[in-house]
């Protein structure tokens, strides 16, 4: 989650400069997919880190509101960061890397919202990865209904039944994704210089489009 959670802040702030809270609601609306691993207690001390390391610095501190300020904390003013230019070419560094962890559902959720600014071969690389993921949790699935369907109650059976055909619907798309790399094209609905959606909707919400995991519906409401 670290470098996950890294390359999503030097993303943003690439955009411009927020104070923690800002980030907070950009990570939420912009890259719903890891909104459940996002929290005061995992962002500041990433701030911190990346600050450390000299990839953001402060560019100032703006007055906080009661609403924006966490319960149980004092009321003080907001930090607002901004990326530096070694943080400019860590985050070049980090969008250019493919590997197991940007095939995994996070991974891939984050890189997808990036997509827009990553060079073609590492975006066809990493939807290529996803795919062989997604099909390997697909061969799982198969597996166990084809073995193990009479034991299993229906409502488990129904579950089961569910992750399969999220992982098809994953792997069709990803499919026509990678036919469009392939040959060049954006998918259907975006336009040049933003960050690519899933065919026919909003190209805004990149992440909100790929396919809920095994057991996750896509209308389940945001925990708190």
Same mark, same amino acid.
């Given at each position: ?47 911190? %880190? $990346?600050? =450390? ?10 007055? @906080?509101?009661?609403? #924006? !300020?966490?319960? *149980? ?77 009479? %034991? $299993?109650? =229906? ?10 055909? @999220?992982?098809?619907? #994953? !792997?069709?798309? *990803? ?50």
């Amino acid at each position: 989650m670290g470098a996950v959670l890294e390359l999503a802040i030097l993303g943003l702030l690439q955009e411009s400069p927020m104070h923690g809270y800002e980030l907070r609601k950009e990570l939420v609306a912009k890259l719903g997919a890891i909104r459940a691993a996002i929290s005061y207690g995992s962002l500041y001390p990433t701030l911190r %880190r $990346l600050q =450390a390391a000299g990839w953001i610095t402060e560019a100032g501190q703006t007055p @906080a509101t009661a609403e #924006e !300020v966490p319960a *149980l904390t004092s009321r003080r003013g907001r930090v607002v960061y901004k990326i530096t230019a070694e943080g400019k070419e860590r985050f070049a560094e980090l969008i250019a890397q493919t590997g197991p962890e940007t095939y995994e559902d996070t991974g891939f959720g984050v890189h997808f919202a990036f997509f827009a600014r990553t060079d073609r071969a590492t975006r066809l690389r990493i939807l290529e990865g996803r795919r062989r993921k997604v099909e390997e949790r697909r061969e799982g699935l198969r597996d166990v209904l084809s073995r193990a369907a009479e %034991r $299993l109650d =229906a409502y488990t059976l129904e579950l089961q039944r569910h992750g399969l055909d @999220a992982c098809e619907r #994953e !792997v069709r798309w *990803l499919e026509e994704l990678i036919a469009n790399e392939r040959s060049g094209r954006t998918p259907a609905g975006s336009t040049p210089g933003t960050d690519p959606g899933r065919p026919g909707t909003d190209p805004g919400s990149s992440v909100e489009n790929i396919p809920p995991p095994p057991g996750q519906s896509r209308n389940e409401p945001e925990q708190p």
